[in-house]
């Protein structure tokens, strides 16, 4: 009896909670928290928590758009790898091409630039990954020189961190970094392997870590590639297997293993992660998808070589995994998009309230890469009919 009314009276927490994340009407009913033997902390939905005139939806025309084919050297993007939406309503955009990040304010004036390739301070010999740190602080991998650059808000140099770890986000003040250990090297062709992930956290510029845990990595299967008369074996990613994300906001780490329909996520204690968890059955991967995955994943002129002779014989899961891509919003909200597939017109994203309940889905177009979600906004890459990438950031409308 007071176990129940522990969960009963977390389940009401969670519901006044909810009501601030969600607006409107919310059916809070269709989810309860509890907590296991482990002292793991378990929120699970069984239905959407939004109700028809509560449900968010984002806005048909962009707020502002960056970008330019020609004559605004600022505006002028190649191949935009992150982008970040900042407190002030302005948005930091890392562009692998000239090895910069971009700082614009709410109205898409050019404000600042950081970086630049090159070996000094604040440079950077390859733009990797950026990722969010406390507040508006970014994190900046350059894997040339073995270092990470911390940058300001306001996009200056904050501080530069030696490190050859892979880190994957950042919690408070401590980094969270993969390291794979991979299992046996197979020797029949068509077999899949599936390595293992260690997650640890540390302070930057320590060598002490703490394990987070062990994860499965993404799966591959041994193959056989041909590419000009010559053969090699190799390990090549296994055709709609589930991704391991890892993703964080500063503040909290969320992992999907893309195997369920569950987030873990690890706060700034990085103890016993909170499982997030809502109903759902993985797409069937049918005859159609198999026929249309290397010219998706790969497109055509990979698709005709070397890819194409290593995919001949793949083995191909019966389904595809279920979240391939997180969105850890800096105010809160988790955004888990569902497995793109070949043929979808739109993105489907499972919405998740900073509690953890499950409000719903939205979906986006296609063509919108969506790299960001916070403060009332969206924010995404689209190309135009040249191939060239624009930044678009959209109102959210939070009914």
Not at 11 to 34: F, Q, R
Request: glycine share 10%.
């Amino acid at each position: 009896m007071l176990r129940l009314a522990a969960c009963l009276a977390c389940t009401l927490i969670l519901a006044a909670c909810a009501a601030e994340d969600g607006g409107g009407a919310l059916h809070v009913d269709s989810y309860v928290s509890t907590r296991d033997s482990a002292g793991h902390i378990i929120v699970e939905s069984t239905a959407p928590a939004w109700s028809e005139d509560s449900r968010w939806s984002v806005a048909a025309v962009p707020l502002i758009r960056i970008g330019a084919v020609e004559g605004d050297p600022a505006a002028e993007f190649t191949r935009i790898i992150r982008l970040f939406l900042l407190h002030d309503g302005g948005v930091a955009v890392a562009d692998f091409g000239p090895h910069e990040v971009r700082y614009f304010d709410a109205a898409g004036r050019h404000v600042a630039t950081a970086g630049g390739q090159g070996g000094g301070p604040g440079e950077f010999g390859r733009l990797r990954e950026v990722l969010r740190g406390r507040g508006d602080t970014l994190v900046v991998h350059d894997p040339t020189l073995d270092r990470y650059t911390v940058l300001a808000p306001d996009g200056s140099l904050a501080r530069t961190v030696s490190d050859s770890r892979l880190v994957t986000a950042v919690v408070g003040e401590r980094w969270v970094a993969a390291r794979r250990l991979p299992g046996a090297v197979p020797d029949v062709l068509g077999t899949i392997v599936q390595d293992t992930v260690a997650l640890v956290a540390f302070t930057p510029g320590a060598a002490t870590e703490d394990t987070l845990g062990l994860h499965p990595a993404d799966a591959s299967f041994y193959a056989e590639a041909t590419m000009g008369g010559n053969t090699s074996r190799s390990v090549f990613p296994l055709p709609y297997a589930p991704s391991l994300v890892v993703t964080g906001n500063g503040e909290r780490v969320v992992l999907s293993h893309g195997r369920t329909f569950e987030l873990l996520i690890y706060g700034r204690a990085a103890s016993a992660p909170q499982h997030v968890r809502r109903p759902g059955q993985r797409t069937p991967i049918t005859a159609a998808d198999r026929e249309a995955f290397l010219d998706f994943r790969y497109g055509p002129r990979l698709a005709a070589g070397y890819i194409g002779t290593a995919y001949a014989d793949a083995p191909f899961p019966d389904s595809a995994g279920t979240f391939d891509r997180v969105i850890v919003a800096a105010d809160g909200p988790l955004w888990a998009r569902h497995y793109v597939m070949p043929g979808h017109e739109a993105r489907t994203w499972s919405i998740f309230a900073a509690n953890g309940m499950w409000l719903g889905e939205v979906s986006t177009p296609a063509e919108l890469d969506v790299m960001d979600v916070a403060y009332g906004r969206l924010a995404g890459v689209r190309r135009n009919e040249l191939d060239v990438p624009f930044v678009e950031v959209y109102d959210l409308h939070e009914w």
